[in-house]
């Protein structure tokens, strides 16, 4: 099955238009975009922006922070990373922590990831990294999870549990196949079959991954191969939370008690599927750049099926 | 200037190439003055499928301002570039007549061959 694609389109969507859009999403597929003033995505028809000023606990997902990236599309991606870590450190009240969800350099250089890294620990926020593929260009991503997921299995993968909520990191960035997309790879979905074997099914899941889980482009590879087994082990759950990053750009899609959303970078954005000749940086003047790189907050309310997310541009 | 005697020396010469990137910090291949390119522009190798004399070299330039590499699809891996950033150059002599598939593996769907004959 293929999904139908609504490319971003920035200033088109009202909120009023999205609300509209989410009870549409009862049927299966919603897309939104994010752009302007904070927004609240509504999730399941359940979550309320008004909820997000009572959440039980709210994390923030960064993405694709390509420390070390230079060229015309963000001559400085180290400052708009900063000028968003900032924007976290103003957060009220505080996110419970962070997660980078890929891509924290750009060419897997150690100044890079000592940058990153820096910049990071500044915010005083403990912080959950999985790679993109491009930290994954030295040494088979060896150097990314000794700095950044020690802990994690020998693949990369983990997972951890806070406030109730069920986190899974995975990687789907490593053994790439010529002329494939993202890959998990059987050990990696045996291991999260177990992982989630004895779980209670009312238990919320966010599961992390780089590349989107779904199929957004066939032709430049924004999918993952085997996404479909890793679904099939989640799908008796009542409320699964997908956060990529990857795409450079908010897309979202709700399919029954799953909901899969991308992530802005904080470095610079990438064009919609069938917009540009490919996926490569998108160049835009400073003031609409500020408008398509930002973080996003994930807010958990304690007996409410659905995670509300808000995503924050830089600026408006 | 990197230099593969052979896509099965590959190995050899790539640990050549990270001595170079040990002592510089940019992947810089200087490229040469006769032979073969293939250009990567707009995430696609070009001309994809690029037919040389055997012995001939075969130069590999990004234009794209994201990293690329060239490493081989079929195994036993031969073929493996550094990442090679916004106008690297990443150059192999091919000793060997065959058909030598290679693919990014940043952005595997970018895939192209080099027939040597
Ligand atoms: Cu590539």
Redesign the pocket.
């Known amino acids: 099955m293929t999904d139908p694609i609504e490319p971003n389109a920035p200033g088109r969507a009202s909120r009023r238009a999205i609300l509209k859009c989410a009870v549409w999403a009862g049927a299966g597929v919603l897309w939104t975009v994010s752009v302007g003033v904070p927004r609240a995505g509504v999730l399941g028809g359940t979550a309320r922006a008004a909820d997000l000023a009572s959440a039980d606990f709210s994390f923030v997902q960064i993405s694709d922070s390509h420390i070390g990236f230079n060229k015309e599309a963000n001559p400085d991606a180290v400052g708009t990373f900063k000028k968003l870590l900032a924007r976290v450190r103003a957060m009220s009240p505080p996110p419970a922590f962070m997660v980078h969800t890929g891509d924290v350099s750009h060419l897997s250089r150690d100044a890079e990831w000592d940058t990153a890294q820096q910049l990071i620990k500044e915010t005083g926020f403990e912080t959950h990294f999985i790679p993109g593929e491009h930290d994954m260009l030295a040494d088979d991503g060896k150097p990314f999870f000794a700095r950044f997921s020690p802990g994690a299995t020998p693949g990369g993968w983990s997972s951890f549990d806070r406030n109730g909520v069920h986190f899974v990191a995975l990687i789907n960035v490593a053994n790439l196949k010529p002329g494939g997309q993202g890959n998990l790879g059987a050990e990696q979905i045996a291991w999260l079959e177990n992982d989630l074997r004895d779980r209670s099914a009312s238990q919320p899941i966010v599961v992390l991954a780089h590349m989107p889980l779904w199929l957004i482009s066939a032709e430049w590879g924004w999918g993952t191969d085997d996404a479909a087994q890793a679904l099939s082990a989640l799908k008796r759950f009542g409320s699964v939370t997908v956060l990529n990053g990857h795409i450079h750009q908010v897309m979202q899609k709700i399919d029954g008690n799953v909901s899969f959303h991308t992530a802005m970078s904080t470095a610079f954005p990438q064009p919609a599927p069938g917009t540009a000749p490919s996926p490569g940086p998108m160049k835009v003047d400073a003031g609409k750049l500020r408008t398509l790189l930002g973080v996003r907050t994930v807010n958990y309310v304690l007996g409410q099926s659905a995670l509300a997310i808000v995503d924050h541009p830089l600026g408006a | 200037m990197v230099r593969f005697a052979s896509a099965r020396r590959g190995a050899l010469a790539l640990a050549a190439a990270l001595a170079v990137l040990a002592f510089g910090y940019s992947p810089f291949f200087a490229r040469a003055d006769r032979g073969n390119t293939v250009t ?1 522009d707009n ?1 696609t190798f070009g001309p994809n499928d690029l037919a040389v004399a055997v012995g001939a070299n075969v130069v590999w330039t990004n234009r ?1 301002d ?4 060239v490493v081989s699809a079929d195994a036993p891996a031969g073929l493996k570039s550094p990442p090679l950033d916004t106008d690297d150059h990443f150059e192999v002599r091919f000793d060997k007549a065959g058909i030598y598939k290679y693919f ?7 895939t192209g061959t080099i027939t040597v004959r």
């Open positions: 990567i995430f794209d994201i990293p690329h590499t990014c593996s940043i952005h595997p769907k970018m």
